[in-house]
């Protein structure tokens, strides 16, 4: 599979991992500044950005399947839809929300953030080989994808071969998505 | 309303080749590196919104109809569906790609893997695209 062009096996493992905190810091900035925001174009074009760092931080984990979704439905084609929802409902600003109210989801979000910290002692090591997940499923993929489906890429053989069925009912979900939004929304024209 | 409007539809102009040019070399290479239909769809749908944000729907909807994206769609389902039903041909199960190479002239079981991976991206490429544009079209206000 050295034909992929991956940011990970260019760079060095180190500088990888230096580049992907900087890349989450960054994430968290972001995150923090759509908190505040308290207009609805700068939370779109906040959130556009946020999946533009993201997409980047797929990168670095080697997942260019991933970041090219994330980049072109994310940051591109969601933020032109709402966008053209502003210019539909207004660019009003946010009501100033009760103190109270502002003490009680700062104190949820903290036993959230404690638990999922909590949870996530539990996990296996970022990129260790020896964990349950690489051992069985993704062991076979690696090794038999070559003799049963004969292409490079892994990831198309899955979703193509292996799990047909399951890329078919995803197909049929996004056309019913499609009218749905249709049959919901063309009628306002007339 | 906007001073320098010119510059930016001249230089959008100039990008929207080269992004559906991008689609289809990701739509076609989908098996050797990396990407597929769903991804080729996504930057398909979002040059045809690049030339909808110069151009004005207008003129998007002489080419993109409604009825048009929506036969598009019905149809890359269509095509997807269809390339699993050869199998029944040759006493197979539904999606197996394999029994594509009884068919006389396809003799390797690896080659029919890559005929059925290559029609079925088709038809996810297809779908996705057209519902894209679509579901951008019906928010879009006039």
Known sequence: MS???????????????????ITSLLLIGVCFRLIVSK?????????????????ICYLFMDAPDV????TALGACLSTCVLLNLVKIIGNENYKSVS?????????????????????SLDLPLYGHPDTEVQLHLTKYYIENTKNDVGIPSIVAAILASYRGYDTLGETSVILIAGIAVVLILARRRE | MLKYFSILKIVVSF????????????QLNGEVSPGGGFQAGVIFASGIIAFDLINGTKKTCEFFSQKALIICGIFGVLIYASTGL??????????????IA?????????????????????GVGLTVSSIMCLIYLVLKED
């Open chain 2, 15 to 26: 990008i929207i080749p080269y992004l559906i040019l991008y689609a289809i070399y990701i």
């Open chain 1, 99 to 119: 103190k109270t109210r502002f003490l009680f989801a700062v104190i949820l979000c903290m036993i959230l953030l404690l638990l999922l910290t909590m949870a």
């Open chain 1, 67 to 70: 970041a090219m979704t994330e």
């Open chain 2, 102 to 122: 009884k068919i006389p002239w396809v003799n390797n079981p690896l080659t029919g893997q890559h005929i059925g991976i290559f029609f079925i991206e088709i």
């Open chain 2, 86 to 99: 050869v199998s029944f041909l040759f006493d197979d199960n539904y999606l197996n790609y394999n029994s």
């Open chain 1, 39 to 55: 207009n609805l174009t700068e939370s779109i074009l906040l959130m556009s950005a946020f999946s533009l760092i993201i997409a």
């Open chain 1, 3 to 21: 034909a992929f062009f991956s940011i990970p096996s260019i760079l060095d493992p180190e500088l990888n991992l230096i580049l992907l905190i």
